[in-house]
């Protein structure tokens, strides 16, 4: 493996997460707007 496949396999995940995060986040804006 390269040295710098492991920094970017690692930002790779972390925006993947956020996205994902930021997805679920408006999915329950969505579903249930009386909460927020």
């Known amino acids: 493996m390269r040295p710098g496949l ?3 396999t ?3 995940a972390l925006a ?4 994902l995060g930021l997805l679920l ?3 329950a804006v969505l579903v ?3 909460r927020f």
């Open 6 to 8: 492991s920094a970017m």
């Open 10 to 12: 690692l930002h790779l």
């Open 16 to 19: 993947g997460l956020t996205a």
């Open 25 to 27: 986040y408006l999915v």
């Open 32 to 34: 249930r707007p009386e």
